[in-house]
């Protein structure tokens, strides 16, 4: 089955900087990557997602990279705030018709100070 | 349009009880998938239903069982619980129909065992 890896495991930055979090993932055949953000609790939130066909995906602040040749893609948040502060999870799955279940890494808890 | 919703939100059970939580899709959502989360072992999928049928299963005991109903509603059940059966339980759901099957999170709920 599929296998998602997700480094680094705690990430603590000054506000303003920037925070990249990667993961990689086994199955060649996973075509959809989302990303949650969850903060203390609460419920994880989707921020953004890529699909296969797309190398590069960005939303204000935060951006996602994909490279399928390696099997690997990334969370890219730049000029971070205190309220950027949470615990961040990939994910890969199929995505295409039929069952599917998304695996997910075992999250990144990003601290930005201030 | 609502999002899942998860009840209870909270709650205590003593070691040997049996507990059932449940959960009501965004409607229109088919299929209802539950995860374990507690600290250091991220998200840890547990079964998925789809039209009434278990499509999908994690690696759990038996102890732990769910069900849909036909209005894609579900429950999940544990009985005997037992003290490391203490998490946050989520629910999500999803169209599961086409590409890019994004999961939608309910806020979870919250079992202390005793």
């Known amino acids: 089955g599929e296998n998602v890896e997700q480094h680094p495991s705690t990430l603590s930055v000054q506000e303003g900087d920037s925070a990249v979090i990667k993961c990689t993932y086994s199955d060649s055949a996973s075509n959809y990557f989302p990303w949650y953000k969850q903060e203390l609790g609460k419920r994880p939130q989707l921020i953004i997602d890529?699909?296969?066909?797309?190398g590069e995906k960005k939303d204000q602040r935060i951006a996602v990279t994909l490279n399928k040749t390696a099997k690997h893609f990334s969370l890219h948040i730049t000029e971070t705030q205190p309220e950027d502060s949470a615990v961040y999870f990939c994910?890969?799955?199929?995505?295409?018709?039929?069952?599917?279940?998304?695996?997910f890494g075992r999250g990144t808890s990003l601290i930005v100070h201030p | 349009k609502a999002g899942v919703t998860q009840t209870p939100r909270y709650l205590i059970k003593t070691r040997g009880q049996q507990v059932t939580l449940s959960c009501s899709p965004i409607?229109?959502?088919?299929?209802v998938s539950w995860y374990q989360q507690t600290p250091g072992q991220g998200l840890q999928f547990l079964f998925e239903?789809?039209?009434?049928?278990?499509?999908n299963k994690g690696n759990f005991p038996g102890r732990f069982s769910g069900r849909q109903f036909s209005n894609s509603r579900s429950e999940m059940n544990v009985s005997t619980l037992e003290l490391g059966d203490s998490a946050l339980y989520l629910c999500?759901?999803?169209?599961?129909?086409?590409?890019?099957?994004?999961?939608?999170f309910g806020e979870g709920s919250w079992l202390t065992v005793v």
């Open positions: 999500a759901s999803s169209l599961s129909a086409g590409d890019g099957n994004t999961i939608y």
């Open positions: 409607s229109g959502h088919r299929s």
């Open positions: 239903y789809f039209s009434e049928t278990q499509r």
């Open positions: 890529i699909r296969s066909n797309v």
């Open positions: 994910a890969a799955s199929k995505g295409a018709g039929g069952s599917y279940i998304p695996t």
